[in-house]
């Protein structure tokens, strides 16, 4: 088959590679029709590469029909249209019936002390071959999956993947008080769909970011925006915008991608040059996160207020200003999102009405075999590029 692999830094190839086949009786075999490039490939094709093995097949965003399924697997068949969740879980554990599928006891990675496996990311969650390709094969197939209605295109279900489930925990986890609001910082497909999914729900939402077609898009359903560019002091003008406090809560959807950090790129640029083995300890534990967006979030949020993160963070030695964190009473949460937990809630929304918009989400949609000049596109913000969708 066809699939989209890792070779180096900023080097995705498509090549051609063995088709997966049924491993474990709880697995299923599924034919993708749409795959879509997250903004954590971006880590992959930037900065991860100490953790990636050369041909890892990427991505963790896709959709397609069940030709395949292992004789325990009961909660799908041969023809059902599915969409996959970026990690794979039991369903059945402790912590899956907590709803924290992130950390499935079934799929964690223990030997490199992470949570759930990831599909297409990297062997700290893994190094499970992602849905950039072909054919997938889907352990956990009984929980890994959902089922969703024949009729409407893809775009209309493939979201349920990542960026529906992301946002919306992003928005849960914020907690904004009725009538509140909330800044949503970076408006890439994460930060975009969270203001979609706040002002749905009723908040008033202030979007940031310095892409002009990117606070084009958020303020033309309604939201207010700032361009990060043309302000001097970001928390002052948020906090003129909302009485002299702060938001009530911030999402910050940039994570480690946040400009704004010399030293940290540095370090990045640096890290990439240095052998794996030693690359990977200076990016686990040398605190080389770009900060500026979480620093930004916790200047800007009201005391007493809410810190929702869902950009990702890598490091584990950054500094954090704790003692303003203490002073303000910030509250912050975090984590990967627990899709399976969020989609009966979102389920309902993937109407005719289309409420969030998920019909006209993508910007680009490619074929998969021009996933090499999608990826660049993507890493540049070239080309209004905000959300791109492969199709095999």
């Given amino acids: 088959?066809?699939?989209?692999?890792?070779?180096?830094?900023?080097?995705?190839?498509?090549?051609?590679?063995?088709?997966?086949?049924?491993?474990?009786?709880?697995?299923?075999?599924?034919?993708?029709?749409?795959?879509?490039?997250?903004?954590?490939?971006?880590?992959?094709?930037?900065?991860m590469g100490p953790f990636m093995g050369e041909g890892d097949i990427l991505g963790h965003e896709p959709m397609g029909i069940v030709e395949e399924v292992g004789?325990?697997?009961t909660n799908c068949k041969v023809g059902d249209r599915v969409v996959m969740p970026f990690q794979i879980s039991c369903g059945h554990c402790w912590y899956c019936n907590q709803g924290l599928n992130t950390q499935c006891e079934t799929t964690q990675v223990r030997e490199e002390g992470m949570g759930a496996a990831l599909f297409g990311y990297t062997k700290l969650y893994g190094e499970v071959p992602g849905g950039q390709a072909e054919f997938l094969r889907v352990?956990?197939?009984?929980?890994?999956?959902?089922?969703?209605?024949?009729?409407?295109d893809d775009e209309r279900f493939l979201y349920l993947s990542d960026v529906l489930p992301t946002a919306w925990q992003a928005?849960?986890?914020?907690?904004?008080?009725?009538?509140?609001?909330?800044?949503?910082?970076?408006?890439?497909?994460?930060?975009?769909?969270?203001?979609?999914?706040?002002?749905h729900k009723g908040q008033r939402v202030i979007g940031v970011d310095m892409v002009p077609e990117r606070l084009q898009r958020v303020s033309g359903r309604g939201a207010e925006v700032v361009?990060?560019?043309?302000?001097?002091?970001?928390g002052d003008t948020i906090?003129?915008?909302?009485?002299?406090?702060?938001?009530?809560?911030?999402?910050?959807?940039?994570?480690m991608e946040a400009h704004g950090s010399t030293a940290a790129h540095a370090a990045h640029t640096v890290i990439g040059m240095l052998p794996d083995k030693i690359a990977e300890k200076m990016m686990q534990t040398a605190?080389?996160?770009k900060l500026s967006a979480l620093y930004a979030a916790i200047d800007i949020v009201r005391r007493g207020g809410t810190i929702s993160l869902s950009g990702v963070y890598g490091g584990e030695a950054d500094p954090l200003p704790m003692l303003t964190i203490f002073d303000k009473q910030i509250q912050l949460r975090m984590g990967q999102a627990n899709v399976k937990r969020w989609v009966p809630e979102i389920m309902p929304l993937l109407t005719d009405e289309d409420p969030l918009g998920v019909d006209d989400f993508a910007t680009h949609r490619l074929p998969l075999e021009e996933a090499p000049e999608a990826y660049k596109t993507f890493q540049e913000k070239a080309d209004g590029a905000i959300k791109i969708v492969l199709k095999p």
């Fill in 239 to 255: 906090r003129e915008m909302t009485d002299g406090r702060g938001p009530d809560a911030v999402v910050d959807a940039v994570g």
């Fill in 1 to 47: 088959m066809r699939a989209v692999a890792w070779h180096g830094k900023r080097d995705v190839r498509v090549d051609d590679v063995p088709d997966p086949t049924i491993q474990e009786p709880t697995d299923a075999l599924v034919r993708i029709t749409s795959t879509a490039i997250c903004g954590s490939d971006l880590h992959l094709y930037e900065v």
């Fill in 139 to 152: 352990p956990q197939a009984n929980n890994t999956t959902t089922v969703v209605p024949e009729g409407p």
């Fill in 287 to 289: 605190g080389v996160d």
């Fill in 171 to 199: 928005v849960e986890y914020a907690a904004v008080p009725d009538g509140g609001t909330l800044v949503v910082l970076g408006l890439g497909p994460i930060g975009d769909m969270s203001c979609r999914i706040a002002m």
């Fill in 227 to 234: 361009n990060f560019d043309q302000v001097e002091n970001l």
């Fill in 71 to 73: 004789s325990e697997v």
